[in-house]
T-cell receptor, first 112, second 111 residues
Framework: SQTIHQWPATLVQPVGSPLSLECTVEGTSNPNLYWYRQAAGRGLQLLFYSVGIGQISSEVPQNLSASRPQDRQFILSSKKLLLSDSGFYLC???????????FGQGTRLTVV | GEDVEQSLFLSVREGDSSVINCTYTDSSSTYLYWYKQEPGAGLQLLTYIFSNMDMKQDQRLTVLLNKKDKHLSLRIADTQTGDSAIYFCAAPPGSASKIIFGSGTRLSIRP
């Protein structure tokens, strides 16, 4: 099975500061990679997904961007954080369609 | 586009059965999944069902699928305090790469 590493686990950042969250995957190759955000008490919102290196699809217009510089590395970034960017960010990996998605343990981001 | 809907909250008494429901719109899903999220953690796969099955039982868990109505349910028998969590259903579309989850159902257990 796959292992998803996300860091940091928690992060407190001031408004207007940059952001970089990293996700790496072990145990597979050429996975589909996903970034989700979960606001407090809410469901999962798909932010970005990637089917290969350099291929990023954005699901919602927002203050964030994603990049996939290597096959098993997915990065979520922002140049200037907003208060509304606070939330729990989850990275997921899936190999092939219609298969199980594996999740990292998440990063709790608080923008102050 | 694809849509997956769930009720937001469910409260059951310890020892009773819990039934969590989900409806989806994309009928091309080959597998449908139930995930469990404990507080402050990521999602863990709980169980899944192949789309040509009506029912799957796994110990205390029973998954029912009504493909005609696009309705999926998860039944937890003899609900315990350790079952307190948010439960998400997912119906990955067969023709696309992205996975859409329901809003999650928060299951709380009362004594």
């Amino acid at each position: 099975s796959q292992t998803i590493h996300q860091w940091p686990a928690t992060l407190v950042q001031p408004v207007g500061s940059p952001l970089s969250l990293e996700c790496t995957v072990e145990g597979t190759s050429n996975p589909n990679l996903y970034w989700y955000r979960q606001a407090a008490g809410r469901g999962l919102q798909l932010l970005f997904y990637s089917v290969g290196i350099g291929q990023i699809s954005s699901e919602v217009p927002q203050n964030l961007s994603a990049s996939r510089p290597q096959d098993r590395q997915f990065i979520l970034s922002s140049k200037k954080l907003l208060l509304s960017d606070s939330g729990f960010y989850l990275c997921a990996s899936q190999t092939g369609m219609n298969t199980e998605a594996f999740f990292g343990q998440g990063t709790r981001l608080t923008v102050v | 586009g694809e849509d997956v809907e769930q009720s937001l909250f469910l409260s059951v008494r310890e020892g009773d059965s819990s039934v969590i429901n989900c409806t989806y719109t994309d009928s091309s899903s080959t597998y449908l999944y139930w995930y469990k999220q404990e507080p402050g953690a990521g999602l863990q796969l709980l169980t899944y069902i192949f789309s040509n099955m009506d029912m799957k039982q796994d110990q205390r868990l029973t998954v029912l699928l009504n493909k005609k109505d696009k309705h999926l349910s998860l039944r937890i028998a003899d609900t315990q305090t350790g079952d307190s969590a948010i439960y998400f259903c997912a119906a990955p579309p067969g023709s696309a790469s992205k996975i859409i989850f329901g809003s999650g159902t928060r299951l709380s257990i009362r004594p």
